[in-house]
């Protein structure tokens, strides 16, 4: 096995270079429907080539930390948001690119009412609830052309969650 990688709660400040938080924090910035709900505008920034903007749904089995990861990938024709539709928490792997080589990888774990929206050409796990099966709203480029990149590692990462007090 090769190295270890620990988790660590998902922010805003820490994902920054890889993607957006998307979640309710602080005031709302308009309050509509008679004044019966907030509205938390504009939170992901969606960037596509070519193509439209689609919703899927998407139906991912449960995983379990410590787990072992392979592979990674990345949509060099837009980006990718994911919003769990049940709250599930889940695991965000990222990684920066070094010549078309994902390097530094990050390893986080969204808090309830947490959904992410990977940049484009980000390179990332994939989607892993953790307590469950989830269900999530996926958000993502619909065209033509080949939108997925995939890279295998030699020697697999054992993602694992911090160690709780002794």
Do not use: Y
Request: hydrophobic share 40%; glycine share 12%.
């Amino acid at each position: 096995m090769g190295t270890q990688i620990t988790t660590r709660p998902l922010t805003a400040a820490d994902f920054a270079p890889w993607g957006d938080v998307i979640e309710v924090s602080g005031a709302p910035d308009k309050i509509i429907n008679q004044g019966m709900c907030g509205r938390h505008h504009d939170l992901a920034k969606l960037d596509f080539k070519d193509g439209r903007a689609g919703i899927s749904l998407f139906n991912a089995k449960a995983r379990h930390l410590p787990l072992t990861l392979t592979m990674v990938e990345r949509h060099p024709e837009g980006s990718q948001a994911f919003i769990p539709v049940d709250g599930a928490r889940f695991l965000v792997v990222v990684a920066d690119d070094r010549d078309g080589t994902p390097v530094n990888i990050q390893a986080f774990v969204t808090a309830p009412g947490q959904s992410v929206n990977l940049h484009r050409g980000v390179w990332h796990g994939v989607l892993t609830p953790l307590d469950g099966d989830g269900i999530f709203a996926v958000v993502d480029r619909i065209g033509g052309g080949d939108n997925l990149e995939e890279f295998w590692f030699d020697e697999g990462f054992l993602i694992n969650e911090p160690q709780r007090g002794r």
